[in-house]
């Protein structure tokens, strides 16, 4: 089975602050995806990256995909408290494609 | 546009009891899944299917059963609920593999 570990598993900073998400694996996927939930609600798609060493850029929020396609990060700047909530990494395993996750980020941005 | 429905948002079930949450989405997808969260974790899989009349376990699926009848229709059956069967149930559909999944509002089930 396919596992995806991110880390770290829960960040508390002040407004202002820079941060990275990282999502790690052993094996390869095909693309990653990255999602956010706020409290109450199911995940909502921030990002799909497909090809290995692909940057894509979303507002503050910068995703790369590793070059071996086995890991993603996810890179806020100049965080604000609009960006509190989980940040949950996704992939298709190797076996039939369902979408797993890893265990989650979750992020607090203290103003 | 509904997308994903979930229904109930809210259910507290006795030990024992059986109940099926439902998922209905609008949007043709073929695949479609159930997931539980516990407080401040990602998503573990339970179920998946990839089109009517296919389904298959994920990472967690004791306790649990779905059928997959219609494009449409995706419901989860627990049959002897246990304490550790409570948690947040979310249903999500999804077009085909590095698609986008879109998830329903979730279901608060608590089993005392």
């Known amino acids: 089975t396919q596992l995806l570990e991110q880390s770290p598993q829960f960040l508390s900073i002040q407004e202002g602050e820079n941060l990275t998400v990282y999502c790690n694996s052993s094996?390869?996927?095909?693309?990653l995806q990255w999602y956010r939930q706020e409290p109450g609600e199911g995940p909502v798609l921030l990002v799909t990256?497909?090809?290995?060493?692909e940057v894509k850029k979303l507002k503050r929020l910068t995703f790369q995909f590793g070059d071996a396609r086995k890991d993603s990060s996810l890179h806020i700047t100049a965080a604000q408290p609009g960006d509190t909530g989980l940040y949950l990494c996704?992939?298709?395993?190797?076996?039939?494609?369902?979408?797993?996750f890893g265990q989650g980020t979750e992020l607090s941005v203290k103003p | 546009n509904a997308g994903v429905t979930q229904t109930p948002k809210f259910r507290i079930l006795k030990i024992g009891q059986s109940m099926t949450l439902q998922c209905a989405q609008d949007?043709?997808?073929?695949?479609m899944y159930w997931y539980r969260q516990d407080p401040g974790m990602g998503l573990k899989l339970i179920y998946y299917?990839?089109?009517?009349?296919?389904?298959d376990k994920g990472e967690v699926p004791n306790g649990y059963n779905v059928s997959r009848s219609t494009t449409e229709d995706f419901p989860l059956r627990l049959e002897l609920a246990a304490p550790s069967q409570t948690s947040v149930y979310f249903c999500?559909?999804?077009?085909?593999?590095?698609?986008?999944?879109?998830f329903g509002q979730g279901t608060r089930l608590t089993v005392v």
């Open positions: 299917s990839v089109g009517a009349g296919i389904t």
């Open positions: 990256v497909v090809t290995g060493g």
């Open positions: 949007m043709n997808h073929n695949y």
């Open positions: 999500a559909g999804q077009d085909g593999q590095n698609t986008e999944a879109f």
């Open positions: 996704a992939g298709a395993d190797n076996q039939g494609g369902k979408l797993i």
């Open positions: 094996s390869v996927f095909s693309s």
